[in-house]
């Protein structure tokens, strides 16, 4: 059974710092880009950050781009880094995975998985 398990979400003021994680299980990822989503209150699920099967290419969504940063350590295995962090970060943060995808279109693909979500928020 293939699970992401999202995990560092927490209430950090504006200005600070937190690292997501994301545990992959139940296969190997790694012909698989990964890459993080949020959706805040009221707004539909939106990209973030992607990264290649390699760590080798990233993308951004121009809102995070220079704030956050997203690695990975392995196969399965991926963080997101986010400094600078803004009350308009406040969002359940989502990793997902998909099959044979650049970091670049990653965003605008169907993710083959889906975590479960772990809660971001940022006080003004």
């Known amino acids: 059974q293939v699970q992401l398990v999202e995990s560092g979400g927490g209430l950090v003021q504006a200005g600070g710092s937190l690292r997501l994680s994301c545990a992959a299980s139940?296969?190997?990822?790694?012909?698989?880009?990964m890459g993080w989503f949020r959706q805040a209150p009221g707004k539909e699920r939106a990209f973030v950050a992607a990264i290649s099967w390699n760590g080798g290419n990233t993308y951004y969504a121009d809102s995070v781009k220079g704030r956050f940063t997203i690695s990975r350590a392995d196969a399965n295995t991926v963080y997101l880094q986010m400094n600078s962090l803004k009350p308009e970060d406040t969002a359940v943060y989502y990793c997902?995975?998909?099959?044979?995808?650049?970091?670049?279109?990653?965003?605008?693909?169907?993710?083959?998985?889906w975590g479960q979500g772990t809660q971001v928020t940022v006080s003004s």
């Open positions: 139940g296969r190997t990822f790694s012909n698989y880009a």
């Open positions: 997902a995975a998909r099959v044979y995808t650049t970091a670049q279109t990653m965003g605008a693909s169907k993710p083959d998985y």
